[in-house]
C-alpha cells in the first residue's frame, strides 16, 4: 500500500473552497502558537492586525497603496505563468518601468505639452518594462535559453542601473548631495483618489477586466491556454508559438512597467530608493494564490497588502521585533499555498502492488 | 472562469474570516493617559549599532518618566513605508514621534502638515516646520579623534573604511578620520569602499574583507552593524567603530568607536512636548554635550596615543578650533579652504569632496 498525488481532471468546486479555509485555520492555529511563545494573546494580535488594514478608511487606504503595485505585477506575471514561462523578473521591469518614468518626466517634459506627459510618463513606464521582458522571451524563443535566469539576472541589472541614476547622474542637484532625483514637475502626477491611493488602482482594476476578456473569451487567451498545457498540441493545431509567447511576454512586463511608472508619478514622485521594495517577487506569490485568474489576482494582492500593513501593529500594539510580523506572513501563505495542491491533484491511496510509477 | 470566481469569493471571506475569527479587543480603561511616544527606525534595535543607539535613548525616556509615558517602535522602516507608519501612529494617539533615517525627511514634513497637533523629531535632516524640528550630532568631531588612534597603530600606512552611501554625512566623517590620522601620521591613506546600504551584514563583512585584501591593517566604517568590526578581528586586524561601543560586542581589536548617546536629547524633547514648551530648531549636538563621543580605548592603544587625542579633544571643545579649520585640500590637492578661514556648517552639511589622503571616488 502506499500513497501517491493524482492529477485532478476536473476541478472540485468543495474542494476548491475547502483548501484556502482548512489551510487558514492551520495557520492561525501555527501563529497562534508562535505568538503564545511570545506570550501575547493571539486573537488580541490577529484583531490588532485585521484592524490596522482594514480598521478605518485610512487604513483601507493604505492597504490599496500596498496593493497596487502587487496587482499590476500579479498580473504581469500571471500572463508569463499561463504560458509556463517563468518570468521573475518583474522586480527588474518595474523598476525600469519607474526608471523610464522619471527620465520622461524630468529630461523630455520641456519638449511635451502639459496636458501629454502624464500619459507619456505612464506609456514610457509600460514600454520600458515591455523592453525589459523582451530580452529574455526573444533569448527564450531564438535561443533556448532558460528564461528563469534571464529574468532574474536582469532584476539586478535594472535595480544597479536605477540607483546609478538615483546616486549619481540624476541626483537632485538641489538636495545637498543626498540621493534621489528632483521632484517631477507637477504635470506629470498621477493624481491621488483617497489618502494616499493613486490612479494606479483604477488601471489595475480596469487591466483586470481586460485581461479577464481577453484571457477568456479571445483567441489569444485559448492560444495562451494551449501553449501552457501542451506545447506540441498547440503547435500542431497551428498557433504560432514564438510569436504569441513574445507578444505575451512584452505584456506582462508592460503591466510591472506600469506598476514602476505609477508608482514613481503616484507616490515619492521622483526616483529614489523606495521604489525598490521587492513588489515583483511578492506578485509571483499573489499570482499563484489566485491561480492566475485575473480577479483572484486583485483580491490576493489586497490579502497580501494587508498581511504587511496589518503587520506593523503586531510591532506597535504587540512590541514583537518586525521579523515576527514576517514570519507570521509565512505561515499563513505555506498551507495556503501547500493547500493549492491538494485543488490540483488527490491523494490517493493504492493497494495494487507491482506499479511502480503512477 | 467559475473557478476564478470562487477563488475571488473564498479570499475574501478569508479576509473577513480572520476578522471573526479575532473577535473584539478589549481596551483597558486606562485611569491617567500616558504621554505616547513614538519611534521609527531605520534598522533594527539589535544590530549594536546606530538604531540600537537611538533604542537605547528611547529605553532612557522610559526609565526617566515610567509610566508617565508610553513609547512604542517600528523597526526595518523604508521611505516607501514611512508614510503608512507615520499616519498610523498618528492615529493611535502619539504625541512626539521621532524618526531615525534622513529618507524619512519629505514624508515626516508632510505629516507634520496634516497632524500640527504632534511634534515630529526628524534625525539628519534639514527641512524645519512650526511643529518639526531637526537633530544630529557633529559626529565629525568625534571621528577626528578616531582617526588619531588609527592613524598611530597602522602599521602599512593603509587604513580601510566601509562606507554606507555617498552623501555629504559619511563624506564629512571620512574626511575628518582621515584629517585625524594624518595628525599623527601624514603618509596615511584611507581606502573606501561604498557598500550603497545602511544595514546588510553579509555585504559589510564582503567589503571589509576585500579592504584587507587589498593590505589595509585597519578597518573603519560607517554601517550600521558591528560586521566589518568581526572580519578584521578575523582575520587578526585592528577596527574603530562606530555608533556603539562595539569593543564590547567584538573585543579589544577594536582599538575604539565613536559613539552617539541621544539619551539627553530625547529626554529633554519629550519632557518639552509634555509641559508644551517644545519649539522647533535644528539641533546639532558636539563633543561637549555628549550627544558624540569617544568610546573607551582598547587596553592595546598606548598611552601616548590617549594623550595626543585628550590634547585634540580639549581643543576642540574649548572652541578654539575644529576640524574643518583651513588648510583643508582636496583630493586633487587644491586648497578648499584655506589657513586661518573654517567651513561653516551650512557648507559641512553638504560636503561632497574628499580630502587629500582618501582613496576613492564620491560617484
Redesign the interface.
Known amino acids: 500500500m502506499r500513497l501517491y498525488f493524482e492529477k485532478r481532471k476536473t476541478?472540485s468546486?468543495i474542494v476548491?473552497?475547502c483548501v484556502?479555509?482548512i489551510s487558514?485555520v492551520i495557520s492561525?492555529i501555527l501563529t497562534g502558537f508562535l505568538l503564545l511563545v511570545f506570550g501575547v494573546n493571539p486573537?488580541?494580535t490577529?484583531?490588532?492586525?485585521?484592524?490596522?488594514a482594514?480598521g478605518?478608511s485610512?487604513?483601507f487606504a493604505?492597504t490599496l497603496?500596498?496593493a497596487v503595485p502587487l496587482m499590476l505585477t500579479g498580473l504581469g506575471v500571471s500572463i508569463a505563468f499561463r504560458l509556463r514561462f517563468w518570468n521573475i523578473g518583474a522586480e527588474g521591469q518595474l523598476v525600469l518601468g519607474g526608471v523610464a518614468a522619471t527620465w520622461v518626466a524630468l529630461f523630455a517634459s520641456p519638449y511635451i505639452p502639459a496636458f501629454l506627459l502624464l500619459p507619456s510618463v505612464l506609456l514610457a513606464g509600460a514600454l520600458a518594462g515591455a523592453a525589459w521582458a523582451g530580452v529574455p522571451a526573444l533569448l527564450k524563443t531564438r535561443l533556448q535559453v532558460d528564461e528563469t535566469l534571464t529574468t532574474l539576472m536582469l532584476n539586478y541589472v535594472a535595480i544597479l542601473i536605477a540607483?546609478g541614476l538615483f546616486?549619481?547622474a540624476w541626483r537632485d542637484p538641489g538636495g545637498?548631495?543626498?540621493?534621489g532625483t528632483a521632484r517631477f514637475p507637477q504635470a506629470a502626477w498621477l493624481p491621488r483618489i483617497y489618502?494616499?491611493v493613486h490612479y494606479g488602482l483604477v488601471f489595475a482594476l480596469i487591466l483586470a477586466v481586460v485581461l479577464?476578456f481577453f484571457i477568456?473569451h479571445t483567441k489569444w487567451g485559448f492560444e495562451l491556454h494551449m501553449i501552457g498545457k501542451n506545447r506540441t498540441a498547440a503547435n500542431y493545431l497551428g498557433v504560432n508559438i514564438k510569436r504569441t509567447i513574445l507578444v505575451s511576454i512584452l505584456i506582462s512586463g508592460a503591466f510591472s512597467g506600469l506598476a514602476g511608472a505609477s508608482e514613481v508619478a503616484g507616490?515619492?514622485r521622483r526616483l529614489?530608493?523606495?521604489?525598490i521594495?521587492g513588489y515583483g517577487y511578492t506578485a509571483i506569490i499573489v499570482a499563484w494564490?489566485?491561480?492566475l485568474?485575473?480577479?483572484?489576482s486583485?483580491?490576493?494582492a489586497?490579502?497580501m497588502a494587508?498581511l504587511l500593513?496589518g503587520g506593523?501593529?503586531v510591532?506597535?500594539?504587540m512590541?514583537l521585533?518586525?521579523a515576527v510580523g514576517l514570519v507570521m506572513q509565512g505561515m499563513i501563505l505555506f498551507p495556503l499555498l501547500a493547500g493549492s495542491l491538494f485543488s490540483e491533484y488527490r491523494l490517493r491511496i493504492s493497494r495494487t502492488r507491482g506499479e511502480e510509477t503512477p | 472562469?467559475?473557478?476564478?470566481?470562487?477563488?475571488?469569493l473564498?479570499?475574501?471571506?478569508?479576509?473577513s474570516?480572520?476578522?471573526m475569527?479575532?473577535?473584539?479587543?478589549d481596551t483597558a480603561p486606562a485611569e491617567e493617559e500616558p504621554f505616547k511616544v513614538a519611534f521609527i527606525y531605520v534598522g533594527?534595535p539589535?544590530d549594536y549599532g546606530w538604531t540600537f543607539e537611538h533604542d537605547m535613548a528611547r529605553k532612557a525616556v522610559e526609565a526617566e518618566f515610567g509610566d508617565a509615558v508610553e513609547t512604542?517602535?517600528?523597526?526595518?522602516v523604508?521611505?516607501?513605508d514611512v508614510?503608512?507608519?507615520l499616519?498610523?501612529?498618528a492615529?493611535?494617539g502619539y504625541q512626539i514621534v521621532f524618526g531615525n533615517s534622513?529618507?524619512y525627511m519629505d514624508y515626516m514634513a508632510e505629516a507634520a502638515e496634516e497632524y500640527p497637533d504632534i511634534y515630529f523629531e526628524h534625525c539628519s535632516g534639514?527641512q524645519l516646520g512650526p511643529n518639526k524640528a531637526n537633530y544630529f550630532g557633529r559626529m565629525y568631531q568625534a571621528r577626528y579623534l578616531s582617526g588619531i588612534a588609527a592613524g598611530a597603530m597602522t602599521e602599512t600606512d593603509q587604513i580601510g573604511y566601509v562606507a554606507a552611501?555617498?552623501?555629504?554625512e559619511v563624506?564629512r566623517g571620512i574626511n575628518a578620520f582621515t584629517l585625524g590620522a594624518q595628525k599623527v601620521n601624514p603618509n596615511v591613506q584611507v581606502r573606501v569602499v561604498w557598500t550603497?546600504t545602511w544595514f546588510d551584514p553579509a555585504r559589510e563583512r564582503e567589503a571589509a574583507e576585500s579592504l584587507l585584501d587589498a593590505g589595509v591593517d585597519i578597518i573603519a566604517q560607517h554601517q550600521d552593524t558591528t560586521e566589518p568590526q568581526r572580519a578584521a578581528q578575523d582575520r587578526g586586524a585592528y577596527s574603530v567603530g562606530y555608533h556603539s561601543d562595539m569593543r564590547s560586542f567584538v573585543g579589544d581589536s577594536v582599538l575604539s568607536s565613536a559613539v552617539w548617546d541621544f539619551s539627553n536629547y530625547y529626554i529633554d524633547r519629550v519632557r518639552a512636548a509634555m509641559d508644551g514648551t517644545w519649539e522647533s530648531g535644528a539641533y546639532w549636538g558636539n563633543l561637549d554635550d555628549g550627544v558624540v563621543g569617544l568610546a573607551e580605548f582598547s587596553p592595546l592603544v598606548s598611552q601616548d596615543v590617549r594623550d595626543i587625542v585628550a590634547q585634540e579633544k580639549e581643543k576642540i571643545i574649548s572652541g578654539a578650533w575644529d576640524v574643518f579649520h583651513g588648510p583643508v585640500r582636496n583630493q586633487q590637492g587644491e586648497v578648499l579652504v584655506p589657513a586661518g578661514t573654517a567651513m561653516t556648517d551650512a557648507e559641512m552639511?553638504?560636503?561632497?569632496f574628499f580630502v587629500e589622503g582618501v582613496v576613492g571616488r564620491i560617484?
Open positions: 476541478s468546486k476548491l473552497i484556502p479555509i487558514l492561525l486573537l488580541a490577529f484583531s490588532a492586525m485585521f484592524n490596522g482594514f478605518s485610512q487604513n493604505e497603496v500596498k540607483e546616486y549619481g545637498m548631495g543626498f540621493p489618502g494616499r479577464w477568456y507616490l515619492a529614489q530608493e523606495g521604489l521594495q494564490m489566485a491561480q485568474n485575473p480577479f483572484a486583485i483580491a490576493a489586497i490579502l494587508a500593513v506593523d501593529q510591532q506597535m500594539m512590541r521585533p518586525s | 472562469m467559475k473557478k476564478g470566481i470562487t477563488v475571488f473564498v479570499l475574501l471571506v478569508l479576509a474570516g480572520i476578522a475569527a479575532a473577535g473584539r479587543q533594527s539589535v512604542a517602535y517600528v523597526e526595518n523604508t521611505v516607501g508614510s503608512r507608519i499616519n498610523q501612529f492615529q493611535q534622513f529618507g534639514y552611501f555617498p552623501i555629504p563624506i550603497n552639511l553638504g560636503m561632497i560617484d
